[in-house]
């Protein structure tokens, strides 16, 4: 991408690209907030017709399209997004006692390659600019005619493999001249880049911070999560201990539960203790995920009484365990399966 890409630019290099085409100071916060409502151009009624033929020269806006929408019964909507050089990524609308949430996606397809994943099949086609993860939650937001409050970054691809685009995605979506969305309200998951972790500690963003574990051993996470090779659980675990100790936040581990790989009591019970005596002094919450099939694989997810016997032995063992609630079953909203279709059927750049 050759041009400027104004969406992505904070407020100071907005103002500062004003100016270079020769536009008075203040209209670098008025198109700001135009930005970030969601609009385009021609939507901008108090930008002068020249300096709109100027950004139209000199400026892009990267925005995403609605390519397939699937509403569930619960609610649940899921987006499958064409971006502006015809890759595919994949957002989710869903609806909360709390507010309405968006998952929004970080890369085109991921290369971390964990098995139980379906964004993992056609590896990383590249990653996202902050403009387009933000134009994930304006098109939705501007398609459902509701307001989106809170955001999790944890759809197609891995976070800390896209790092200062994420970064600047957060900033952005936190600034008070746009969604003004507060951190405390923005979660990211990553699957355990131990140095990401480390340096995400610094960034003085208090987001609520996921680990995607799934596994209570090495010899199990390397057979799911080839990640683990190269950042084992000790050297994760680490990470998280010195994030805990320089920000204060608990982070919330993930754990998808797979029929007979990882989902007995003997493994709740090593997860615990593996928990318990790497984070001292941390409060400890996992969050329990049984396991989406996708038709590549063939993990499937355990009875209902297994998953509620390894939350009894984590609780037992002085571990919080949750249950994700299921929401869009019925429309894939899973990330990844959505897009996989549109390969399927010969549509993947």
Excluded at 9 to 24: H, S
Excluded at 208 to 219: A, G, M, R, W
Aim: with cysteine.
């Amino acid at each position: 991408m050759t041009l400027n890409d104004i969406l992505s630019m904070y407020p100071d290099e907005l103002t500062a690209f004003v100016l270079e085409i020769g536009e008075e100071k203040y209209r670098g916060k008025q198109l700001f907030k135009w930005l970030h409502s969601g609009a385009g151009l021609d939507q901008m009624s108090n930008i002068p017709k020249k300096m709109k033929e100027k950004l139209a020269e000199k400026a892009v806006i990267p925005s995403v399209s609605i390519e397939n929408k699937l509403v569930s019964s619960d609610g649940t909507v899921k987006y499958l997004f064409r971006c502006y050089d015809g890759e595919y990524i994949e957002s989710v609308f869903m609806r909360h006692d709390y507010g309405n949430t968006v998952c929004v996606s970080s890369q085109a397809g991921c290369r971390m390659g964990c098995r139980f994943c379906a964004s993992t099949l056609h590896g990383l086609s590249r990653s996202l600019f902050a403009s387009e993860m933000l134009s994930q939650i304006y098109t939705a937001q501007n398609d459902m005619g509701e307001r989106v409050s809170n955001v999790v970054i944890m759809g197609m691809g891995e976070p800390f493999d896209n790092y200062n685009n994420v970064i600047r995605f957060i900033r952005l979506l936190n600034d008070e001249n746009g969604l003004n969305i507060g951190c405390r309200r923005i979660s990211l998951s990553t699957c355990g880049l131990a140095d990401g972790i480390r340096r995400f500690a610094d960034e003085g963003l208090p987001v609520t911070l996921s680990v995607s574990l799934h596994s209570p051993t090495d010899e199990q996470r390397n057979a799911i999560m080839p990640v683990n090779r190269r950042y084992p659980i000790a050297t994760l675990l680490s990470a998280c201990r010195d994030y805990f100790e320089r920000t204060g936040r608990r982070i919330s581990f993930e754990y998808a539960l797979i029929d007979g790989q990882n989902n007995s009591e003997k493994d709740a019970e090593t997860l615990a203790a593996l928990l318990k005596s790497n984070l001292p002094g941390m409060a400890i919450h996992v969050n329990l995920i049984p396991v989406n099939p996708i038709k590549e694989r063939d993990f499937r997810r355990g009875e209902k009484i297994m998953t509620e016997k390894f939350v009894e032995t984590l609780e037992k063992r002085g571990v919080n365990a949750t249950v994700r609630r299921r929401l869009g079953a019925d429309i894939d909203a899973s990330c990844g399966q959505l897009r996989q279709r549109k390969y399927d059927d010969g549509a993947g750049t």
